[in-house]
């Protein structure tokens, strides 16, 4: 496939973009410099993307402060009709950008097109938060004064988004931004740009106005510079980055100076805890949808799975069957369910995460290496005898490998799931009611499925605690996240 062959592939074959859009241009970076975009699933060239620098993101938030104050004076109403314009026009395109996301991440094309309505459904659900937006006026304490409080847009946000989820992880911080009254900058994943350019031709499409919206997009190493330029900016006030625990850190110091609000979404390492109460086969359905959603490339992946001793060979011996049955390939092919890993230093870890897991013991009962179509195909696994010291314990897979281990009661369960610092998503099957609710209350983390292994949409809070980061997206939280409060004392 060449850069021509993706617009082809479209019904719209203007939605494929390799520019820039900075205050409602698409703009080239000087010199034509671009990098390569190439699809996971036969290592194909499909596009060069405009490779842009710190001078280029000087100019975006440039054009999203100028763009701030008509964007904010407008009606709550004005901006959610703008919000819902550019939700029907994702939905309408829905197909086109299902195709782009799965030649560019290699997810299969029905889990593309779910994840094009998930990310849509943050901008209906947003276009209609926008007119929600309360203030208070508490009782005063005075007799002569009164007092308000208004929530107004934080101002210039900025978003750093990964490439496991290219059009979710922007709307899930653009539709709120924008509803707020803020304006935004984005810097989409080096993976995925093309699925994020399609996204903002739409939202100019819908009639959001230049500057409001602007996306710069470079190649790992500028992505640096931009990403320093970005934080360090006194005009903007709000970073929003989902990816991985390091990168987090170092935005967060880049942001310290200004003191910049942020929001970190970052690393999982979910534990999956089968209590022996369980309803077995929900327990193994649950545990392939959380594992192999996105070749395991989920930050709210299962990534440890704890079975009580009554239940561990059952639960092991189907899930083997489960996985084993899933079909691998292009996710452009009918009836594939799980595509290639993102890039080889992907593949990499997970090779090294099975590797040391079986030089410390653990068994392999499915799976185990590479597939055997090559390129960035790895098996669906399930490791048996782990231990915890093993890495795929210790450390996040970010691929399709189910480490299991046995647990003999609740108390050791839970403090093993607990062991780490990290804290976003944790599961547990159960059908006792007493043991679901001290269960949930005692474990470290942000959310829990009980008794599902699928968890997420716009209505939740989705977010962790300890470092897996700051804030909640999605519902009425993920609006807040946006807005200022602004105390008024008004003497009579
Ligand atoms: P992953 O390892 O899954 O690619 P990262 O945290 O490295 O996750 O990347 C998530 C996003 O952060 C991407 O858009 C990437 O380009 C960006 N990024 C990575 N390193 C930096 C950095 N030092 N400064 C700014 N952005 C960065």
Known sequence: MNTEVLGKLLSEPHLFKQQAFIAGKWISANNDQSFAVHNPATGQLIANVANL??????????????????????????RAHLLRKWFELIMAHGDDLARIMTVEQGKPFAEAKGEVAYGASFVEWFAEEAKRVTGAIPSSTWTDKRMMVLKQAIGVCVAITPWNFPIAMITRKASPALAAGCT???????????????????????????????????????????????CSSPQVSHLSFTGSTPVGRTLMQQ????????????GGHAPFIVFEDADLDAAVQGAVDSKYRNAGQTCVSSNRFYVHESLHDAFVERMARASAAISVGNGLDEGIVQGPLIEARALQKVEEQVADAVKHGARIITGGKRHPLGGLFYEPTVLANVKPAMLVMREETFGPVAAIVPF????????????????????????????????????????????????SNEVAPFGGIKQSGLGREGGSWGLEEYLEMKYLCVGL
């Open 408 to 455: 003999k009661n609740d108390d050791a369960v839970i403090a093993a799931a607990n062991e780490t610092e990290i804290g976003l998503a944790a599961y547990f099957y159960s059908r006792d009611i007493g043991r679901i609710w001290r269960v949930a209350e005692q474990l470290e983390y942000g959310m829990v499925g009980i008794n599902t292994g699928l968890i």
């Open 53 to 78: 620098g710190a001078k280029e993101a000087e100019a975006a938030i440039q054009a999203a402060h100028s763009a701030l104050p008509a964007w904010r004076r407008k009606t709550a109403k004005e």
């Open 184 to 230: 935004l900058v984005i810097k989409p994943a080096e993976q995925t740009p093309l699925s994020a350019l399609a996204l903002v031709e739409l939202a100019r499409r819908a009639g959001i106005p230049d500057g409001v919206i602007n996306i710069i997009t470079a190649d790992r190493d500028r992505s640096i510079a931009v990403g320093k330029a970005l």
């Open 255 to 266: 942001c310290a100076p200004t003191v910049k609000k942020v929001a970190l979404e970052l």
